[in-house]
């Protein structure tokens, strides 16, 4: 049952939960505000307004189903009354904006974009009035909005921090009597915690393109990528979530994913939700019909995951497509899904976590396991010291780089199998712990990748399959700066760069794109961008899901904290972690369901989901998950 809640009372205030979207005592706070402004007669219940359907799909754990609405205009209220009402009006769950409508002049009726971008600022925007009394507007006033912005979302939905003062203008005028907005800024301007009940982070998935490297069988795979963006949470989620599915990827991933959906393929209903059995059908436009079953199943794939994402609370049972006359074209089941396209490819249904132990041993343990076991090959035997390692998503090989950070081993996790000659060697003078080469990192098309702190900079390197030649990849954004650490996703196209400048240790994400051909590639990273824009120091980082990091850092001034991140900047809605000392290294599964693991002041240590930090041996470094 949806609880409808009034919007506002008087010029300027509201009756809106305040309480942040997340785990625990955020829903609980959200639940007691809502009973207390019950009570206090401050809801209302609309009074028109079409009929519509409640979406009875399930939904994901601290989804808040209070409904906000506006109130219209009232008879003599002031210019800057009108504006603090409108801002008011532009946060109800009214899916076409009809009440703030109601606050414009007949000529910004008709132009007004609301979607067009969406301002977020840490407080709800001030408005301060200013009057203009000139000839060319003697009745005209003008009211100054302020605040302090944090990010902006496009058109296309995506989201990209933006720290910097914000400071628009809207302009009123006197229509029939009455205060009316008649010049304003395209988009919303909304407050942060406006934003966090309105919208949340829903992950659309569209297939890798290795361009240049696509037509080796290797890289032939059903890699699905992650793109965030944010919707409107109580506006039909479903059919949001497929209509910016099938609008294509947002702006920073399009050069390096494609959509199976031909151009201009749109819904051919426009209501969706998940059916008894928790299938989805979905009817499609004509541009779909004459596509083959093997597209029909990527396109099903594409929707799967997107909409299994937006109702975690319950599986997707099944996608199928069907065109407009609602003839099946192809069904895809939870099961195929799930085998024939995982997002995260190369890994398997449990992989195990890795470190190197007191010995020198490379370990690995199981989650049920209490005591770690060395691996197999030369990195279990402690005769190779290493100070970094990282397992391929196979678990059949290993990559370690020397105690000294100097050279870079790669050997199979096999009984009587060698070490063998340094594949790689720094070109860099050895000047401390944390010098030479970075540790490894393996992609879900079974190729490795490193950095390397040269004299003169940086250089990022990858080698085909573990063992080819170290081929350099060019970070155009890096500008100098030095590579501490990376950590590339399953996908292989999106590659996350610890990066030092002038003592202070940001996280940076890139995309990479291949040119060139199959024998001579050109790869590069491009258009780096901040994640955990607000940490001066980040101390380690990992992934931990499609399109989510944890990271460890301290804001200016603060403390060491341990949080999660969205690739596109924002804030997760992921379970608060709780705190551990002295955090030096971390690893996550994209497995989101499996522990954390740290090295930490009190050791190795392990959380679990929905408990504490355990230690897991008291002397070890280096915690991995294979990638």
Known sequence: MNTERGGERGEGTGCRPR??????PARKSLL??????????????????????????????????????????QNGAQPTNIVRSFLDATTSDEADFRTATQYLAKSAKRTWRPFRATN????????????????????????????????????????????KPY?????????????????????????????????????????????????????????????????????????????????????????????????????????????????????LSKQAVNTDTTQCKRMAAQLFFTVQDMT??????????QDNSGNSLCALSQEQAEHDFAPSPGTGPAPKEYFIDADQKVVAMSDSATEPTPVRGPFGTGHTPLRSVAISRGEDTAAGVSIDGRSLYVAGLEDDIKRGDPLLTSTGPAKGADSGLTAPSWDGLGDLWIADGAAHG???????????????????????????????????????????????????????????????????????RPIAPQLEDVVAASWAGGSRLVVVGRESGGVQQMQFMETDGSASNAQTLPGVNGVKAVAASEDETRPLIADATEGIVRLPPDANWKTVVKDGTAPVYPG
């Not at 975690?312 to 497509?321: D, I, P, T």
Request: a neutral charge; charged letters at 25%; glycine letters at 10%.
């Open 19 to 24: 309480a942040r979207r997340g785990a625990g």
């Open 312 to 321: 975690r609370a319950s599986k997707v049972s099944e996608v199928e497509l």
């Open 32 to 73: 007691f505000g809502c009973a207390a402004v019950l009570l206090a007669g401050c809801a209302s219940m609309p009074d028109s307004g079409d009929v519509t359907s409640v979406d009875q799909s399930p939904r994901s754990e601290g989804e808040s189903q209070v409904r906000v609405y506006g109130v219209p205009p």
């Open 458 to 528: 940086s250089r990022l390197l990858r080698m085909r399959e573990g063992k080819g030649d170290p081929e350099e990849v060019a970070v155009p954004g890096l500008g100098g700066r030095r590579i501490k650490a990376i950590k590339v996703a399953a996908d292989g196209i999106r590659i996350a760069i610890l990066v030092e400048d002038k003592g202070r240790t940001t996280l940076q994400l890139g995309r990479v794109e291949r040119g060139g051909s199959p024998s001579h590639p050109k790869l590069s990273v491009q258009e780096l």
């Open 120 to 163: 977020v600022l840490q407080e709800r925007p001030k408005a301060e009035p200013k009057a203009q009394p000139n000839r060319e507007d003697a009745d005209g006033y003008t009211v100054t909005l302020s605040g302090s912005q944090v990010a902006t979302v496009d058109d296309g939905h995506a989201y990209t921090p933006e720290e």
């Open 167 to 283: 400071r628009r203008t809207i302009h009123l005028i006197k229509e029939g009597g009455q205060w009316r907005i008649d010049r304003l800024p395209d988009g919303l301007v909304l407050g942060l915690s406006d934003f966090q009940r309105i919208y949340r982070s829903v992950n659309k998935y569209y297939f890798a393109s290795y361009d240049s490297e696509s037509q080796e069988p290797k890289a032939n795979r059903n890699a699905l990528v992650a793109d965030p963006v944010y919707l409107r949470q109580r506006i039909k989620p479903i059919t949001a979530g497929v209509e910016a599915l099938l609008s294509g990827p947002t702006d920073w991933l399009h050069q390096v994913t494609t959509s199976a959906f031909p151009s201009g393929t749109r819904l051919a209903a426009s209501d969706l939700a998940l059916d008894d059995s928790n299938a989805l059908r979905v009817r």
